[in-house]
């Protein structure tokens, strides 16, 4: 039940500081995917179920308040969250390369899926344009970001030791 | 491997699909009715509204305390130069208020409108701005009950912004004219001419918009035009400024012409807007 608190109050906090901090951080009007790290840290750190319904939830507060269709984005973070979760085997919690690597796809991904779904079918072709000046330069801002949230985490885990394996203390702030 | 096995677990498989149905299941019905934006709207907005305002402001602080900081040395030299011209001005203003007492005595006496019909406008503070790098809109502190709807104006210091498309009880989101996938109709006002104003991603790290199919049979339009909001829209008021064009260039079919403009509002440092609380086609029956 804890953990499940835990879990809901990440989700919302991360939102919102999505839609807040991150576009105060913004560089040239980029700014980094903290959705993108949590719902794919939530598969990679806390197994299948978790990952799919943090990325579910995530995805549906993004539809409600930025996105035109409710359940696109829903669709997107859970299935992000959903392909993490594979990798729950081989991720240690206090191990940062892999985490980063992942993070870096998922975030790929998501440019990707967006710009083939929102854009291309809209005739906006030009698809190296995109890749340059949006794709990569969010998924290199979201790698930083992911490094400063892996800190936090293990700061956190330092000061609130985990009492099982199973709890849902995260590494976001 | 786990030891204490809970009463009754779903396997992950049977969530995802479950989930994958109900996100289709959704997408189907809020393409053809507003069924669950409502609701959903509503309860998100209350749970996250009053952290995003909370944030913004602090967000807000933050950054005008550090802009403080690196201007602190020109501001006082400005300040110097500030206090001399308070002073001429003060004349001059005097001089004026005599001038403008005299003006407003005969306007009254020609019985004068003011030049624009004005219209009812609500402020608004910008909480939050779209969580993806794709679109541009931001959200709102003002709602439904404050008297917002869907397709009202939004306008800020002299120019347009945009309009809202979604409302909740507390918030509402306004997309921005120069969201990639929004269009407006525009007219330059030195010649009446229609012109289509579209956002464009490609172009928006330049601040610039892109317009297109202006016909301009005189060849009259020119840099620098001002661009104002037609009165074709069925959404839009006639008469906002949109902008003014940076750059014009003929179409490969030597009928219409395309070019850029650069928008009268910044959308970056954007803290406040004002919504207009009338729709358009309330106020077309308003004016019958």
Redesign the interface.
């Known amino acids: 039940m804890k953990e499940k608190i835990i879990g809901v109050i990440i989700v ?2 991360s ?10 951080i ?1 560089l ?4 980094p ?1 903290l ?1 993108v790290i949590v719902a794919a840290s939530f598969g990679f750190l806390y ?3 978790p990952g ?2 943090a990325g ?1 939830f995530i ?4 539809d ?3 996105g ?5 984005y ?2 997107l973070f ?1 299935y992000i969250g ?1 392909f993490n ?1 594979f990798f729950k085997q081989l991720v240690y919690k206090d191990e940062l390369p892999l985490q980063l690597l992942l993070v870096g796809v998922s975030d790929l991904f998501y440019g990707i899926i ?2 083939l779904l ?2 291309l079918l ?1 005739g ?1 072709f ?1 698809f190296g ?2 890749t340059l ?2 794709i990569l330069p ?1 998924v290199i801002y979201t790698v930083i970001l992911e490094i400063i949230v892996f800190f936090i985490g293990s700061l956190i885990r330092k000061i609130i030791p985990e009492e099982t394996d199973r709890s849902e203390k995260k590494e976001i702030a | 491997m786990k030891q204490k096995r809970p009463r009754f677990t779903l396997p ?2 049977y ?2 699909l479950f ?2 149905i ?6 189907l ?3 053809t009715t507003d069924l ?2 409502g609701v ?2 509503d309860v ?1 907005g209350h ?2 509204v009053p ?2 305002r909370g ?2 402001v602090a ?1 807000r602080y ?2 005008e305390r550090t802009e403080d900081l690196a201007t602190i040395r020109s501001l006082q030299e400005e300040n110097d130069t500030l206090r001399e011209q308070v002073d001429q001005l003060t004349i001059e203003n005097n001089t004026l208020m005599q001038e403008r007492y005299e003006l407003n005595n005969l306007r009254s006496l020609y019985q004068l409108d003011q030049e624009y019909s004005e219209y009812d406008k609500i402020g608004a503070r910008v ?9 541009s ?1 931001f ?1 709102v502190d003002k709602g439904e009950n404050d008297g917002i709807a869907v397709n009202m104006n939004v306008i800020a210091g002299s120019g347009l912004v945009g309009t809202v ?2 409302v ?1 009880d507390n ?1 509402a ?1 306004v997309t921005s004219i120069i969201d ?2 929004s269009n407006v109709s525009g007219m330059i006002l030195a010649t009446g001419d229609n012109l289509i104003v579209s956002g464009d ?2 172009l ?2 330049r601040n610039n918009i892109r317009f297109e199919k202006l016909i301009d049979s005189a060849d009259k339009v020119k840099e620098g035009d001002k661009i104002v909001t037609s009165n074709i829209s069925d959404i839009y008021f006639p008469g906002l400024l949109i902008g003014y064009i940076t750059s014009i260039d003929a179409d490969s079919n030597n009928l219409t012409h395309s070019g850029r403009l650069t928008p009268a509002v910044d959308f ?1 440092h954007m803290d406040e807007v004002l919504i207009i609380t009338q729709l358009k086609d309330d106020y077309d029956e308003f004016e019958e």
């Open positions: 919302i906090f939102f919102i500081c999505q839609v807040t901090i991150c576009k105060f913004a040239n009007d980029i700014g995917n959705l197994g299948k179920k799919i319904i579910f995805g549906l507060l993004f409600v308040f930025c035109n269709i409710l359940g696109f829903a669709l859970m959903f979760s967006v710009y929102l854009f809209r906006k030009h344009y995109y000046h949006i969010e | 992950s498989n969530i995802l989930l994958t109900v996100s289709v299941v959704l997408m019905v809020t393409f669950f934006n959903l709207a998100s749970v996250t952290f995003q944030i913004s967000g933050l950054s909480i939050g701005k779209d969580g993806g790098n794709w679109f809109s959200i498309t979604k909740g918030w989101r990639d996938s991603l490609e928006m790290d970056e």
